[in-house]
C-alpha cells in the first residue's frame, strides 16, 4: 500500500534509475542505498493492514484531538 500511494521507497534516485549518474555502476554508496531500499520494502511487505490494526488496538485507541474541548 505505501509504495502505492507514496512510490518508491529508494533513498536516493539512482537506485531506481541508475541511468541518471554515469558513475552508478561503481559506487559503492549505490549499493548501500540499495541495500536500504531492500531492507525497507522487505520490512513493508512483511506487515499486513490487519498487523497494523490489531498493532494500533494493542496500544489502545487513539486520541482525537478534536475531544481535548
Known sequence: VIQVLEGSV???EC????GMCGRSGRCAARDVWRDIKAAVTGVLESV??????ERQRAKGAP???TNTI
Open 63 to 65: 486520541k482525537s484531538e
Open 10 to 12: 529508494a533513498p536516493v
Open 15 to 18: 537506485v531506481d534509475d541508475p
Open 48 to 53: 499486513t493492514l490487519k498487523d497494523m490494526v
